[in-house]
Each structure stands twice: as C-alpha cells, then as structure tokens.
C-alpha cells in the first residue's frame, strides 16, 4: 500500500525557512520522480517542483525558483522541500505526490503558514 507522509510544517515570519519532508512507504521510491504541490485557501491545487529519481534534475515553478529547493534521499525513502525566503503567498497546504499509470497519490499535507 503506498503512503506518502508529509511533515515539517508550521508557522513562519516573512523570509524565514523551513524544510518539509515526505516519507514514502509501500513501492519502490528510488524508481520515480516525486513532485511537491501546495493549495492556497480558495486557490487550486498547484505544482511546486519535481525531482527525477536519481535526484539529479530539478523543476520549480517560476514563483519559487531560487528559494525553494528539492531533494530526495532514496535510502531514506525521504523527499524534502527546503524552503527559503518565504512569502505570504507561500501559505498553503504542502503535498508531496506521486503518479504511476494515471493514478495519482498524495499524503495528507502539511500546513504552512507564514505570518507576521
């Protein structure tokens, strides 16, 4: 069964910091890309940044480009989201994702918000 578990979210000033993490269970993870959605309270759900299975190629949306990055430990099953220089708008549920054959997984989500 596949689990993907988000954790490492809270509340954060502008231009603060936190690193998210997803633990993956229940399939091969160092065999696929993994990606990081978020949504925003009355926004739709939207894509982050991916990262290939060997970790060496990385994609971000243009809004997080240069503060946001990703990585993945594959004998740790671990995905991570570092996040850098955060902005009010980066309040969201984070999600890390999988999609395998037209089916798509998710973790529960981590709530981050940034405040002051």
């Known amino acids: 069964q596949v689990q993907l578990v988000e954790s490492g979210g809270g509340l954060v000033q502008p231009g603060g910091s936190l690193r998210l993490s997803c633990t993956a269970s229940?399939?091969?993870?160092?065999?696929?890309?993994m990606n990081w959605y978020r949504q925003a309270p009355g926004k739709e759900r939207e894509l982050v940044g991916s990262?290939?299975?060997?970790?060496?190629?990385?994609y971000y949306q243009n809004s997080v480009k240069d503060r946001f990055t990703i990585s993945r430990d594959n004998p740790k099953k671990t995905l991570y989201l570092q996040m850098n220089s955060l902005k009010l708008e980066d309040t969201a549920v984070y999600y890390c994702h999988r999609r395998v054959n037209n089916v798509d997984y998710w973790g529960q989500g981590t709530q981050v918000t940034v405040s002051s």
């Open positions: 990262i290939s299975s060997d970790g060496r190629n990385t």
């Open positions: 229940g399939f091969t993870f160092e065999h696929y890309l």
